[in-house]
């Protein structure tokens, strides 16, 4: 038998320069540097912009929300507008298999960091742009954020009640998805660069994935003019009871997605009699008698705790508790599953951090606080003189 080779990070030997501030591109090339590519955060001398967002400080250069997007990379300080930093980041480049931004459409061709501007460095290298709007539109130049896109894209009208004002995700959603997305296509045209040794420019932006995110009620819409409404406590749009509801002290969400699991829902709650109602067949028909099913469900499930509704309900139906932040993060399954670990980092001692949801041969990635701002010049900038 072949022994198994020492256990390695999928993508050790990969470099990557990246041109990158705030969310989507720093997200997406965090996965790249836990996932062992030696990432190289190019900043000015100033900094990523989110390095000075509060409120919480890790010295003067630093903070706990840059951390969040820019674990495990390395960072050098350059003006690439300048000669001496242009000559020094060509240098990077020649030695890099990636060049990534996330700058406005126009932004990267100016600067020259696409691939047709450095092609003659390094044929193979792949250049990811993570723009707003995209490249090659009128709005090419236009700033833009993740909520602005939210807003835009219909999610917002999607989502909180319905006699509520629209309302955004309460995290940077679109951010995280846009870098995922970019990613999955950086490294699609890596393995061909690597094969052919041509490289390329690869992109993706917020507003197209945001739009991508519209997924079914997108469709319904496009082929039946079915515009989806919002529904009340954040239920499915055609399946039911698909929702939250309240308990003796507090909130649960329950899923029956399957005929099944609204059978055995019934029988779990007491309510056998549900079963057999005309009102309740099966899911669409529930669905479409919503405000009627939650009248019947909600009184029962406020005679027991979410804690004694989860363990009448887990291993029957997909079931869970409505947590607050501090709840989710701080809860025995969390602990258990292992999404908390604890970094080293220079200022505060040891960062509690999220961990990375992959695992390779059943181990998540170890993690490390990103370089203070400029630490890793000598390392590499002194060979590209």
């Known amino acids: 038998m072949t022994a198994k080779p020492p256990s390695s990070k999928p993508l050790a030997g990969v470099r990557v320069l990246t041109l990158e501030q705030f969310g989507a591109g720093p997200y997406g090339t965090m996965f790249l540097a836990e996932l062992g590519a030696e990432v190289i955060k190019v900043e000015a001398p100033d900094g990523d912009p989110s390095r000075h967002v509060g409120p919480h400080k890790l010295g003067s250069a630093d903070s706990e ?34 060049v990534v931004n996330n700058l406005r459409g126009t932004q990267p061709a100016k600067l020259g960091i696409d691939y047709p501007s450095l092609r003659h460095l390094k044929p193979s290298v792949v250049c990811l742009h993570i723009s707003a709007y995209g490249r090659i539109n009128e709005r090419k130049d236009w700033p833009g954020y993740d909520f602005l896109m939210q807003a835009e894209a219909g999610l917002m009208e999607l989502t909180g009640e319905p006699v509520g004002p629209p309302t955004r995700v309460g995290v940077s959603l679109i951010d995280s998805m846009s870098g995922l997305t970019g990613i999955v296509g950086l490294l699609s045209c890596l393995l061909r660069a690597r094969t052919t040794g041509e490289g390329c420019d690869v992109e993706t932006c917020l507003y197209d994935v945001a739009m991508h995110q519209l997924t079914y009620p997108g469709v319904w819409y496009l082929n039946e003019g079915d515009v989806s409404p919002r529904v009340p406590r954040s239920a499915h749009l055609s399946l039911a009871p698909v929702q939250t509801f309240p308990t003796k002290d507090g909130w649960i969400f329950i899923m029956c997605m399957t005929q099944k699991f609204w059978l055995s829902l019934c029988t779990a709650m007491g309510r056998a009699e549900l079963a057999t109602d005309s009102r309740f067949p099966d899911p669409n028909t529930r669905a479409r008698n919503r405000a009627e099913l939650t009248d019947e469900l ?7 705790t979410t804690a004694e509704w989860l363990g009448r309900l887990n291993g029957l139906l997909p079931a869970a508790p409505v947590y607050r932040l501090d709840e989710a993060l701080d809860s025995g399954f969390a602990r258990d599953a292992g999404m908390v670990s604890t970094v080293p980092h220079p ?12 695992r390779i041969d059943g181990k998540r990635p170890a993690q490390a606080a990103c370089s203070p701002l400029g630490a890793d010049n000598d390392k590499f900038l002194d060979k590209a003189r």
């Open 347 to 358: 200022v505060k001692g040891s960062l509690r951090v999220i961990a990375n949801p992959l």
């Open 65 to 98: 929300y840059f951390q969040a997007w820019n674990l495990g990379k390395k960072s050098v300080t350059l003006d690439i507008k300048s000669a001496d930093g242009r000559r020094q980041f060509e240098a990077l480049v020649k030695t890099s298999d990636c």
């Open 298 to 304: 909600d009184p029962t499930f406020r005679t027991r």
